[in-house]
């Protein structure tokens, strides 16, 4: 947590302090990148913690030149042991479907068994998500196969079939299961 001086008038009167809820690094890498012009060089240098405590600043000041950096190298870094659920879950906190479409992406055998051995069902894995995300990721992976290897060790080719239910993808995905013919 981090205290600066202030100088604005309005709600905050000269020389108060604004309480902002963040270390003192992020807050410090946050203005650096704000206050440069090509900052593209630092971005692709930073991890995936650091990416993940940036964004809320981003959103929060709504500095949009660094939202979509910031994003993608958020993705491009999920690789660490779970790294990948850790991003479909701030998807998930977030409403940010494409997050979660991403974070599924990256869910290979290796990551979904290491996530599910230190669970001890997939229903403990589910309670971690918003309602409506685990109807989706349940629907998405049950939709998909009868494969129980393809099932439950596979995410990342369930990626493109996860939707908010409702929406107009969830939708068409839905006519495409009901019409495809069974065998």
Same mark, same amino acid.
């Not at 939707?163 to 009901?178: I, N, Q, T, Y």
């Given at each position: ?10 709600? /905050?009167?000269?020389?108060? %302090?604004?309480? @902002?809820?963040?270390? /003192?690094?992020?807050?410090? %890498? ?5 206050? @440069? ?16 405590? %940036? ?14 950096? @910031? ?30 479409? /991403? ?37 998405? @992976? ?36 009901? %019409?495809?013919?069974?065998?």
């Amino acid at each position: 947590m981090l205290d600066l001086p202030t100088s604005a008038t309005g709600q /905050q009167q000269a020389g108060q %302090l604004v309480h @902002i809820d963040y270390d /003192q690094m992020t807050v410090l %890498l946050f203005l650096d990148l704000v206050s @440069i012009h090509k900052f593209e060089y630092i971005v692709s240098s930073l991890d995936f913690a650091t990416c993940r405590s %940036l964004l809320p600043l981003i959103v929060q000041f709504d500095c949009g030149r660094l939202r979509y950096p @910031i994003r993608q190298r958020l993705y491009g870094s999920a690789r660490g042991k779970g790294e990948a659920w850790e991003l479909f879950k701030l998807g998930a906190h977030q409403e940010d479907w494409e997050m979660g479409r /991403q974070g599924l992406t990256r869910m290979y055998d290796e990551q979904v068994t290491h996530l599910l051995g230190s669970c001890s069902t997939f229903g403990n894995v589910l309670e971690t998500l918003p309602a409506e995300w685990q109807f989706a990721l349940s629907s998405t @992976i049950m939709a998909s196969s009868f494969d129980s290897t393809q099932l439950i060790m596979d995410w990342s080719g369930h990626a493109s079939k996860f939707h908010r239910p409702g929406s107009l993808a969830d939708k068409a995905f839905a006519e495409c299961v009901h %019409l495809r013919p069974i065998c």
